[in-house]
């Protein structure tokens, strides 16, 4: 079974904090994706990455920047974290050509 | 954004009877597919129906899928109680590897 595991699942951070999210999958995906999910807006992506070192913006990456150093690891970066961050973030990986997503557990993130 | 809509966004039923929940997109796909998630959990991907299908089984899951009206629809058969959970909805996007979710269905299954 695919497992993705992401390094927290819950975290309280301060605003202005610098944050990492980590997420790493242990099947050989290429595909990586951070969403973040907030209540009335479902799930929204953030950035996604094909390969290693490369990253594509999502729809919101504004206040967000990612790293992909290793195939099995894409990290997601607060910057100086604010509370409208404040949420449920997601991680997810899949194979090219297929569209079905793994997903981890989920960081639930709150920002104060 | 071609965000899908969930149609209902909250459904109760009684254990055993069925469940029907409804999705609408904007633009033209190459698949839709239907996740399962449990309170405070990841997604679980369950079944993916692909642009050219009309329906398709997966145990107790029927899915269909109309592209002239855009729309798909998930049906859960003699639901139980394990099967409490949101359930999205999702689209390719202009044929690329990522997705957009719906805003899901919050099924609640009473014993």
């Known amino acids: 079974d695919v497992k993705v595991t992401q390094s927290s699942r819950y975290l309280v951070k301060r605003t202005g904090e610098k944050v990492f999210l980590e997420c790493v999958q242990d099947?050989?995906?290429?595909?990586m994706f951070w969403y973040r999910q907030d209540p009335g807006l479902g799930l929204r992506l953030i950035y996604f990455?094909?390969?290693?070192?490369?990253?594509e913006k999502g729809d919101i990456p504004e206040g967000y920047s990612v790293s992909r150093e290793k195939k099995e690891r894409f990290s997601l970066i607060l910057e100086s974290a604010s509370t409208n961050q404040t949420s449920m973030y997601l991680c997810?990986?899949?194979?090219?050509?297929?569209?079905?997503?793994?997903f981890g557990p989920g960081t639930r993130l709150t920002v104060t | 954004s071609q965000q899908g809509e969930e149609d209902p966004q909250a459904l109760s039923i009684q254990e055993g009877e069925n469940a029907t929940m409804n999705c609408s997109y904007k633009?033209?796909?190459?698949?839709l597919q239907w996740y399962r998630q449990n309170s405070g959990r990841g997604l679980v991907h369950l079944i993916l129906?692909?642009?050219?299908?009309r329906e398709k089984h997966s145990g107790r899951l029927r899915v269909t899928l109309d592209t002239s009206k855009k729309s798909s629809s998930l049906l859960i058969t003699a639901s139980r109680a394990a099967d409490t959970a949101s359930y999205f909805c999702?689209?390719?996007?202009?044929?690329?590897?990522?997705?957009?979710f719906g805003q899901g269905t919050r099924l609640t299954i009473n014993p």
């Open positions: 997810a990986s899949s194979i090219p050509g297929r569209y079905e997503q793994y």
């Open positions: 099947m050989d995906h290429e595909n």
């Open positions: 990455s094909y390969d290693v070192k490369m990253k």
């Open positions: 633009t033209s796909i190459n698949n």
């Open positions: 129906i692909r642009s050219n299908e």
């Open positions: 999702a689209t390719d996007y202009e044929g690329a590897q990522k997705l957009v």
